[in-house]
T-cell receptor, first 115, second 113 residues
Framework: DAGITQSPRYKITETGRQVTLMCHQT?????MFWYRQDLGHGLRLIYY???????DKGEVPDGYVVSRSKTENFPLTLESATRSQTSVYFC??????????????FGPGTRLLVL | QQQVKQSPQSLIVQKGGISIINCAYE??????FPWYQQFPGKGPALLIA?????SEKKEGRFTISFNKSAKQFSLHIMDSQPGDSATYFC????????????FGKGTKLSVIP
């Protein structure tokens, strides 16, 4: 009963490097989301995906790339990390349909520090 | 543009007291209003949620009050306990055909003994 997992949990990188954050869910949820959490800003949506091979931008997509080749995985890539991307990143998923569909289940987060 | 405004940013309540967190929204298309609770070092987790066709929902010590005409909703935590100390986020679902949630900026609640 793993649910939704993220890796790594902590990451330190340098400006300009490429970083990939991984997200894996075992529920076969169709929808997956990436958020960043910063003090004073709450949770801001970066990208989301409605199904495999279907992704769309959220509120703050610049500097990030996502892919979703399999339903259970939704990696987030910072193509050239900047200090402003230092944050805590959360992956979430939700079911396909029904009243329960709106509930998003969050992973434990990845703390990223860009030096 | 922030579509869900949450207040206060932080709240200190004595054990046994009532904690009240308020949220206001602008988009009348929102159709589902959840509250998420987040403990330090953890991801947010759904606490309680309400739809706009009811004015109040209660689950244990947690109650959502919803005022559709004022476009406001609030979370009340009765008999607050130190274990309730966490950050609380209100959110709003964007309506049919969307699975996106718009979150408030969060309220850090500290319940002191």
């Amino acid at each position: 009963d793993a649910g939704i997992t993220q890796s790594p949990r902590y990451k330190i990188t340098e400006t300009g490097r490429q970083v990939t954050l991984m997200c894996h869910q075992t529920w076969s949820h169709s929808y997956m989301f990436w958020y960043r959490q910063d003090l004073g800003h709450g949770l801001r949506l970066i990208y989301y995906s409605a199904a495999a091979d279907i992704t769309d931008k959220g509120e703050v997509p610049d500097g990030y790339v996502v892919s979703r080749s399999k339903t259970e995985n939704f990696p987030l890539t910072l193509e050239s990390a900047t200090r402003s991307q230092t944050s805590v990143y959360f992956c979430a998923s939700s079911a396909l349909a029904g009243r329960e569909g709106e509930t998003q289940y969050f992973g434990p987060g990845t703390r990223l520090l860009v030096l | 543009q922030q579509q869900v405004k949450q207040s206060p940013q932080s709240l200190i309540v004595q054990k046994g007291g009532i904690s009240i967190i308020n949220c206001a929204y602008e988009n009348t298309a929102f159709d589902y209003f959840p509250w998420y609770q987040q403990f330090p070092g953890k991801g947010p987790a759904l606490l309680i949620a309400i739809r706009p066709d009811v004015s109040e929902k209660k689950e244990g010590r947690f109650t959502i009050s919803f005022n559709k005409s004022a476009k406001q909703f609030s979370l009340h935590i009765m008999d607050s306990q130190p274990g309730d100390s966490a950050t609380y986020f209100c959110a709003a679902h964007r309506g049919a055909g969307s699975y996106q949630l718009t979150f408030g900026k969060g309220t850090k609640l500290s319940v002191i003994p």
